[in-house]
């Protein structure tokens, strides 16, 4: 028998295994875009040369009070690379003292004085002042026309000048990531994050991967961008080595739109048909730290794969299952029926769009789990734990038959599937 033998992104390493060629329909990895010769200066042409705005530095005066939004260590965004270049063109009109850079958590855990080290390097870390965003710490700045209220990170609120850094992929749920999740969720209150994500607006049929027109999440954050004033952004997209392949700089809609028309055309596939299983990754390190994260992955092979099918996902977990709010919903759950039910009933407390993200998916398709969690928390949450791809391809075989077909994304949040209207095994 011929077999088809994959290398799986997994933590800082690959996993390999190999699949009966005649099972296997597609292998979806989306264009391959060559890195900028010059990063550095890539990077500083877009600053000096920005979309739908004047230059940097002529965007601030001096003796501004200037921050700067980074991602946190979930996300691959380079920002050490990209922000030494940012506060070369701010220190040429403001002081350093002026310069506070602000890490974009959302409800994310704070970042250790290594974990900043690793995001932005040594020598930035020790010469500004570096802030990780505090949730409790914010402003009330108004609502949106969706009720939402605008609470953001004090230290933003009194800046004369706001920037932020980002990466923009595929997101689940607000369309694309980057541009205005900077502000929201990334230096937001709590009570401001639980309402763009409530239950009603990931619900929404244009609340999806791809999809800004009309999507309720990600007019409700540029909203709450716009009353934040985010003044300028810088947003790049990677290739699959993490090398920089575009920089959009500038307005903070008209950069983050070009940006993901950029990125839709690299990172779209057409699927004709679904399949029975799906194998796929969270995308190695930093996305699959956590089970948490790694309903992105999951999400995305929702979507190829046929109702009743199989979902097998590599990622490594290496940090945990994620918030203890995100473990206790599902696993005080009998399904993902009565997990739905939960949140919609209630204004559930935590952070249950992640578990309506994955309880989603696992209305119709079982899903196989090859982690560094243990068996008891991954079966908590309505999830098979699998010791190999071949042993989760062994179980769906053995439930689905023989002939099964199969679809792979090695990097499971970096596709955006097309399914054509009517697809069906």
């Known amino acids: 028998m011929m077999y088809t033998k994959l290398k799986l992104p997994y933590k800082n390493s690959f ?20 890195g900028v010769e010059d990063e550095r200066e890539a990077i500083l042409n877009a600053l000096r040369n920005p979309i739908g705005c004047t230059a940097l530095r002529d965007c601030i005066h001096k003796n501004d009070k200037v921050v700067v939004i980074v991602t946190d ?24 003292k ?33 802030v990780n965003h505090n949730p409790d710490q914010t402003v009330y700045l ?13 230290r933003l609120a009194e800046a004369d000048f706001r920037i932020s850094t980002g990466f923009i992929e595929s997101h689940f749920f607000a369309g ?45 954050m540029v909203e709450q961008a716009r009353m934040a004033k985010l003044d300028f952004i810088v947003n790049v997209l990677l290739n699959r080595n993490q090398e920089i392949t575009h920089v959009m700089a500038g307005d903070p809609v008209l950069a983050h739109e070009r940006g993901c028309q950029l990125e839709r055309d690299i990172v779209q596939v057409k699927v004709e048909r679904k399949v029975d299983i799906t194998i796929t990754t969270n995308g190695g390190a930093p996305l699959d730290l956590d089970f948490y994260q790694t309903c992105k992955g999951i999400d995305t092979a929702s979507q190829i794969t046929r109702d009743g099918g199989i979902i097998i996902i590599a990622s490594s977990c290496d940090r945990g299952v994620g918030p203890k709010e995100f473990l206790a919903l599902h696993s005080s759950s009998k399904s993902p029926e009565e997990v739905l039910q939960k949140i919609r009933r209630s204004n559930t407390e935590g952070v249950c769009w992640q578990n309506q993200i994955l309880a989603r998916a696992q209305l119709n398709h079982d899903i196989y ?42 990097r499971g949040p970096l596709i ?6 009517g ?3």
Do not use: W
Not at 416 to 421: A, D, G, I, N, S
């Open 176 to 220: 694309f990531s980057g541009g205005r999740k900077s502000i929201a969720p990334g230096v937001s209150s709590s009570r401001s994050i639980r309402k763009n994500h409530s239950y009603q607006m990931i619900e929404h049929p244009c609340a999806r991967a791809g999809i800004l027109e009309g999507n309720p999440v990600h007019e409700d």
């Open 73 to 96: 260590n979930t996300r691959p965004c380079p920002d050490n690379r990209i922000v030494p270049v940012i506060l070369e063109e701010l220190e040429e009109k403001v002081p350093r």
């Open 369 to 410: 789990l090859l982690s560094t969690l243990d068996d008891i928390t991954v079966k908590q949450m309505m999830v098979t734990p699998i010791r190999t791809i071949q042993e989760g391809l062994e179980k769906a075989f053995q439930t689905l038959g023989a002939d099964s077909q199969i679809a792979v994304i090695p």
């Open 416 to 421: 955006l599937p097309l399914v054509e209207t």
């Open 15 to 34: 996993v390999d295994t190999s699949i009966p060629a005649r099972n296997v329909s597609h292998i979806f990895n989306g264009k391959d875009i060559a």
């Open 98 to 130: 002026n310069i506070t850079i602000l890490v974009a958590l959302g409800l994310h855990q704070p970042l250790s004085f290594e974990e900043l080290t690793d995001k932005l390097g040594k020598d930035i870390v020790e010469n500004y002042n570096v």
């Open 423 to 425: 697809s069906h095994p």
């Open 142 to 154: 108004g609502r949106t026309s969706r009720g939402t209220p605008v609470e953001v990170n004090t």
